[in-house]
């Protein structure tokens, strides 16, 4: 057992759900006692989403515990089939039915029998997968499932389309910017002269699965999800990937440069001619991008040496990570990411673009690193947000788990070009606003809060301030006002002082001021 | 739609979405100060949690999941050594005055003993530890704070005529202020103890205090106290009432483990309700109740302005928190017509005085009966609100978007269960978010009516 107050990736049925509810006409049906289907909820409020979420419950209830679901979860699955008439139900296992062990398979293979709809049990074990594996297994399970069966019946049309092309795996909901992000990279590849063959999971149909081999290449934008569908794509339709986030100016570059080989290897035999991306990535980033300008000019000069905390999913934690430190000139203490199963690469990713690297799924680990680094700013979750909050730093949100709040309305892509803008404004405002706070402060403006204690960890410091002490660091400018409570106690400490007066204060102050 | 008076039940197959029942850790957890609430389970509740309460979450909460890994199902690993290792760091952390175990279906299915492993670590690490088996397989949303507070029934101490006295005292000195002139020389009346049980927020609980002892009716104590060592005596002789239409163990268990008398009454939401309640009180009491017609009448003035707005309209309860009976037969009273009233679950006899009030209201109001379907079916009562087209629908987060982007004005229900709806001082709180969905009608959109990309979806139904 394992004391949790927070998580940043969800359970794996979440990601499956994700997955099921992103394709059109695709029926999830969860094996989840009453209450568990608050997915539902989610999607609703944070996506605003205006249809109803094709997910529903086969209740387990008592009944079930004592006799097993027997025909319950086939009855839920056929009634599905004849009021909704999907074209695929995914029966979705949770933490209960892997305590359960019921012969889910086994309902499948009986309930396809009857309905109309495709049945498949989506393959994927609570124990050993959080959210987002699970969602990039479920992906590749259903694409799989269509391809196979588009080979077994013959349909499948493997030539390559007459002009470039290319798939977007892993634009999904509720996604982190997803829908942004997806028009955005379809605004790329037009200006490329790449057309985009489908997009999937989101809005995808499954009738036109078939077609997918049909595309020069895939490209996975996010690595959490799609990595699996790309590499069974590579493997069996021999289709290359390209799983360079364009995030950023530098990975937007060198994406465009992969889209650019790729393309050629068909490109002269196909059209005869060679694509030359040279001239446009130039021109975008000189003037429609304006990150690059945006990193020479005194704004960000100022920026320059600042320290910053980076935390989030793998894909956004790196590529943020790289933006600041090598397009903005910016110190990145420590950068760290939630997603344990793809430490590796993640550390391969920030390797000496940062002071220290976090892996892990504790937020306070997280939080107790922020408050003794005291950066400048934060770029986390929304988690990071409210450690942010609690010790005065600033903080963008760079990643999910997300809020409502970070689903605008207005476009707000974090890829391509247009992205670079979007992730300069968010990191220009964020440090912006720190100083803004603190400039006031040295002038003693309109600080009335009063003081916090700091120290985000659970052993607090047991160390007593005498009243006048305490009002003591409250002349003092607010953005040091930690860093000198801090020093003071662990003068306190050292010195086996029991109460800290004003005495003490400033002789800690004297000692750490030499 | 029914138009006979006698109430009429239907049962549906229970396919409806509500909250899971630990969700009542977030308010709980607040309501009483000094406590610790952990529960025990899977990610998937601790996701929930995290998620239903939102941003309570980063307000370093009382509560935390225990949270289960593959070693604990496969029983590799100890309960009672991992939940006293959990415990033990609990106790250093925050020190609080009671642990309260929220058992889950987890629990449940590998079949924990919590109840068998609780009196154990308690013993050996010195905090009360409460067990409360608030699961899903079992209970639906508000129902947990029942489970919850039935447990603690078992905790509250024994009524004595010690400590009968000394409440009397207590009574005294509050009743000791000058001008008060309803108080004089009844308190002799008062023999017996009133203890109330649900929780409210302080300001709520002593404002329902206030109108009991108005008719010189002193409140000896709740459940749950704002504090855990501050829990109300219970035994032979204490009468207990409820204030919410979900605490159906709550009562069972006081009348039948701890022998207190219970007092059926009417739940005091909206004017009419609280009146209600407090006669029944009165009655139990053996109190001629004062002044309470005019109270109720002043009251309904005061709601003039909402009442305009919803007369004659009419609401559907998908149901989800128990809450609807006493809900519709305010909104009844306020002029509505209620279609139907979805509820999770129906004690009858709990709800007994509840019942019978909604069938006055009917028939003095001239409204039908509503129809109400116990253990709904969310897609049925989708296709039936399709087909009646209610002016308003209290429903869950799940349905209030899609609703509304089909045209149907829709209430989220959840904030029943937070909104201060209780007492006569709250009669606006109930109609202020009824009305919401009809106030903010803008005539600028009203050329483009249903926003849903699924047309085909409401002309299949």
């Not at chain 2, 209620?338 to 069938?359: F, N, T």
Request: charged share 25%; net charge neutral.
């Amino acid at each position: 057992m394992k004391l949790a107050y927070w998580m940043y990736a969800g359970p794996a049925h979440i990601g499956t759900l994700r997955v099921a509810s992103s394709f059109k006409n695709v029926h999830a049906i969860m094996h989840a006692p009453l209450g568990d289907d608050y997915f539902n909820v989610m999607r609703s409020t944070s996506e605003r989403e205006r249809d109803f979420t094709p997910v529903t419950a086969s209740v387990v209830d008592r009944h079930v515990l004592a006799r097993g679901s027997q025909e319950k979860v086939i009855n839920t699955i056929s009634r599905k089939d004849e009021e909704q008439h999907p074209d695929l139900i995914v029966l979705t296992p949770t933490c209960t039915s892997s305590i359960l062990q019921e012969d889910l398979q086994n309902f499948v293979d009986r309930a396809s029998l009857s309905s109309e709809s495709d049945v498949i049990l989506a393959d994927v074990n609570y124990h050993r997968v959080n959210e987002l594996q699970a969602a990039d297994r479920t992906l590749e399970q259903i694409i799989r499932f269509y391809l196979d069966r588009a080979r077994k019946r013959s349909i499948l049309d493997r030539s390559v389309t007459n002009t470039p092309s290319a798939n977007i795996i892993g634009i999904f909901t509720p996604g982190f910017h997803n829908q942004h992000d997806c028009r955005e990279l379809k605004r790329l590849f037009g200006e490329l002269g790449v057309a985009v063959n489908q997009v999937i999971p989101e809005g995808g149909y499954l009738k036109y699965l078939k077609d997918l081999p049909r595309a020069w290449f895939n490209i996975v934008p996010y690595r959490e999800v799609g990595l699996m569908t790309a590499t069974f794509l590579e493997k069996e339709y021999g289709m290359p990937y390209i799983s360079i986030t364009p995030m950023g100016i530098s990975n937007t570059a060198d994406f465009i440069a992969q889209i650019g080989k790729l393309v050629n290897v068909w490109a002269y035999a196909l059209l005869e001619k060679r694509l030359n991306y040279k001239l446009y990535v130039d021109n975008q980033t000189k003037f429609v991008s304006q990150a690059a300008w945006f990193s020479k000019s005194i704004d960000c000069q100022n920026l320059a040496g600042k320290e910053a905390a980076i935390f989030g999913d793998a894909t956004h934690a790196a590529s943020i990570t790289k933006i600041l430190v090598k397009e903005m000139g910016i110190r990145v203490s420590c950068s760290g990411t939630y997603c344990k199963h793809d430490a590796e690469r993640f550390n391969e990713q920030v390797q000496g673009l940062c002071g220290e690297v976090v892996v892990t799924e504790d937020h306070t680990e997280v939080g107790d690193t922020i408050a003794r680094i005291e950066p400048s700013a934060i770029f986390g979750t929304q988690m990071e947000r409210h450690i942010g909050k609690r010790i005065d730093i600033p903080c963008g949100v760079i990643s999910s788990p997300v809020h409502i709040q970070n689903f605008p309305l207005g476009y707000r892509p974090f890829l391509g070009y247009e992205g670079t803008n979007q992730i300069a404004d968010l990191i220009y405002n964020s440090f912006n606003l720190g100083m803004e706070d603190h400039s006031s402060d040295v002038f003693g403006g309109h600080d009335t809060k009063g003081i916090s204690t700091k120290s985000l960890s659970t052993d607090r410091s047991d160390i007593n301030w005498t009243p006048e002490a305490e009002s003591e660091p409250n002349r003092i400018p607010g953005f040091v006002r930690g860093k000198i409570k801090k020093n003071t106690e662990v003068f306190a400490k050292q010195n086996n002082i029991p109460e800290i007066t004003i005495d003490a204060m400033y002789a800690a102050k004297e000692k750490s001021n030499p | 739609m029914k138009n006979s008076d006698i109430p009429t039940f239907e049962c549906e197959t229970g396919n409806y979405h509500t909250f899971c029942p630990i969700s009542c850790v977030a308010w709980l957890y607040q309501k009483i100060e000094d406590s610790f609430f952990l529960v025990v389970g899977t990610k998937t509740r601790g996701y929930f949690l995290q998620n239903a309460p939102g941003v309570m979450i980063f307000a370093e909460p009382r509560y935390a999941m225990a949270e289960s890994e593959e070693g604990d199902i496969s029983a590799q690993l100890n309960d009672q050594k991992e939940l006293e290792r959990i415990c033990l760091r609990v106790k250093s952390d925050r020190n609080p005055s009671v642990i309260i175990w929220i058992g889950t279906c987890t629990t449940e299915i590998i079949k924990m003993d919590l109840e068998g492993i609780a009196p154990k670590l308690e013993k050996q690490i010195g905090i009360p530890i409460v067990v409360a088996r608030a699961n899903g397989l079992d209970y639906a949303f508000t129902q947990g704070e029942d489970t919850v507070l039935a447990a603690m029934t078992h905790r509250c101490p024994d009524f004595t005529p010690r400590v009968m006295n000394q409440q009397k005292g207590d009574v005294a000195k509050l009743v000791a202020s000058p001008g008060d002139k309803f108080f004089d020389g009844k308190i002799g009346l008062n023999r017996c103890s009133l203890v109330l049980f649900g929780s409210l927020p302080s300001s709520v609980a002593s404002q329902l205090n206030l109108e009991l002892k108005r008719q010189s009716i002193s409140v000896s104590g709740w459940l749950p106290s704002q504090r855990y060592n501050e829990l109300p005596a219970l035994g032979e002789g204490v009468y207990v009432c409820g204030v919410n239409p979900f605490l159906s163990r709550t009562a069972t268990a006081s009348m039948r483990r701890r022998k207190c008398q219970l007092v059926g009454a009417p739940f005091p939401i909206g004017p009419d309700g609280t009146r209600a309640w407090i006669e029944k009180i009165c009655l139990v009491f053996n109190v001629k109740p004062n002044g309470l017609e005019e109270r109720e009448n002043q009251i309904w003035k005061t709601l003039t302005d909402y009442l305009e707005i919803i007369t004659g309209k009419s609401v559907s309860f998908m149901g989800d928190n128990l809450l609807e009976i006493s809900i519709a037969r305010f909104l009844i009273r306020c002029g509505m017509v209620v279609y139907e009233v979805g509820i999770p679950y129906m004690d009858r006899r709990y709800q007994a005085a509840e019942l019978l009030l909604l069938q006055q209201t009917c028939r003095k109001m001239r409204r039908p009966m509503p129809r109400i379907v116990e253990k709904p079916d969310n897609y049925s009562q989708v296709q039936r609100m399709h087909e009646l087209q209610p002016d308003l629908a209290i429903t869950g987060m799940a349905h209030a978007n899609p609703s509304e982007a089909r045209d149907i004005d829709t209430k989220w229900s959840v904030e029943f269960t937070f909104a201060q709806i209780h007492g006569s001082a709250n009669a606006r709180d109930a109609p202020e978010l009824v009305t919401r969905p009809l106030r903010r009608k803008g005539d600028s959109l009203s050329d483009c009516r249903s926003l849903s990309r699924q047309t085909l979806d409401v002309q299949q139904s």
